[in-house]
């Protein structure tokens, strides 16, 4: 049976668990704001260090960037000003270079069946072009050197020109080393 006292002290006891319990609950809470708080800030920080890092490695690709540009550029002009020279200081060799180029390049390209099929007879009509115009260069270069004197029959005639002074020159170095022989004992 339950007696006056005994709810008294029931009630008391209620009252301090829930109390406690409260107190516990509070203190969860605090706990867990705090936690989360903890938890933003790590997020924020690591937010802010992702996006400092982020905009370093942007101005470094940028600067990557503009440097390849910068060497692109000046390899360029180098290249432009290597051509224009050598193509003021041989023009013909320059050509020869440049259709042999054309040639390996468009042996080494791959022709498609829509490329067939699409530019068949421009193909054909661009081959005929091409090889008229390797005829007319290859004649014309061809003239050039006949003009300046650099052909087959000029360049057979140098050699047998060089032949003839080299014969002629070992004749008299043979024969000044016989005499020189000849010379030294009779002394």
Request: negative net charge.
């Amino acid at each position: 049976m339950t007696t006056p006292a005994n709810d008294d002290r029931n009630e008391g006891v209620f009252a301090s668990a829930a109390h406690k319990v409260g107190d516990a609950a509070s203190n969860a809470s605090h706990a867990v704001t705090e936690a989360a708080a903890a938890a933003s800030e790590k997020v924020t920080d690591a937010a802010h260090a992702a996006k400092i890092k982020a905009a370093d490695t942007a101005a470094v690709i940028r600067d990557k960037a503009a440097d390849a540009y910068d060497a692109a550029r000046d390899k360029a002009s180098s290249a432009r000003d290597t051509a224009a020279t050598g193509f003021d200081s041989a023009p013909l060799a320059v050509l020869a270079g440049g259709i042999a180029l054309g040639a390996i390049l468009g042996a080494l390209l791959p022709r498609t069946e829509r490329e067939t099929e699409l530019l068949g007879p421009v193909a054909s009509k661009a081959t005929d072009a091409a090889r008229s115009a390797f005829v007319a260069a290859k004649s014309a270069g061809q003239d050039k050197l006949d003009e300046l004197g650099i052909n087959k029959e000029a360049a057979r005639a140098k050699v047998d020109q060089l032949v003839d002074t080299a014969s002629q020159a070992a004749t008299s170095a043979g024969a000044a080393a016989k005499d020189a022989v000849r010379t030294r004992s009779d002394v």
